[in-house]
DNA sequence: ATATAATATGACGTTAACGTCATGTTTGCA
DNA sequence: TGCAAACATGACGTTAACGTCATATTATAT
């Protein structure tokens, strides 16, 4: 289904209208082009943009920063001096994700282990 | 140096009053024991309290959530019941945890590749 | 043709995690 | 003893990421 109003977009892609429109008002969702009445119409392509927002919203990015990555995925950036600059962003973002990773492995361990600390103390303190 | 006022502690702590005073309205942190003035005074665990949930909040906890944790590495949790809850907070948070573990590695692979997409195109269409 | 559903736009409300005054009391030092 | 620096408390302000009306126009089913 090519060529849907808002209505169908928010629900392929579960989010709220209001969402799509703050996206919109925010410069990360392109505004679907509008007919002569005042209507917007959106394509499959919002829609995997609009999942693909999600994905990287529930690793912890802001708005602000998925607006300089998302693009990545959807554009051609052709040229040397935009490419060159989503290459410093890509760089940075991986500096980050690293720290991240490293920070959650080692609460991780500390959440095992203190599990561990506490099982055994139940296992000891009584018949379970 | 134990038994310190607001000032040493935030200085130490590397935070400022107002968040002291908005963990400690929280309950997040006990309010220091107060004198006969009115002055707080607190001594070196609210210190080391205030970098382990600097930590924590690092790794993308709410201030509530780590309200959850943070009592276990500075209480002694006795009773079984109070054990059991303990355990089931760490559970889930463990969960939590290697959910995002795994899409952040998904999502660092991604910025890899891109990475060097981006650089492969630069070495082949220029001197550099 | 008309009632009902869907959309557009604007404005105010909300939560988290504090920041920033304003005002009054306490402490520490010359 | 006097006075600037430190502290306490209260209230209002701020940002992000939307939620929730209210109102007006457009679309659709009967």
Redesign the pocket.
């Known amino acids: 289904m090519n060529r ?5 977009l ?1 629900e392929r892609a579960g ?5 799509v ?3 919109e008002s ?1 410069g990360l969702l392109p505004s ?1 082009e ?7 119409y959106y394509t499959e392509e919002t829609v995997t943009r609009l999942q693909k927002i999600d994905q990287l ?1 529930k690793i912890g990015l ?3 920063e998925i607006r300089d990555v998302v693009e990545l995925y959807f554009t051609d950036t052709s040229g040397v001096q935009p490419k060159r600059k989503v290459l410093g962003i890509l760089r940075r973002h991986l500096a980050d994700t690293d720290q991240k990773l490293e920070a959650l492995g080692l609460f991780r361990s500390d959440l095992q282990s203190n599990i561990e600390r506490f099982e055994r103390w139940l296992e000891a303190n009584e018949g379970d």
């Open positions: 849907m109003r808002i209505g169908d928010t989010v709220t209208q209001r969402t429109r703050y996206y925010i679907g509008r007919e002569g009445n005042g209507h917007h919203k802001s708005l602000e």
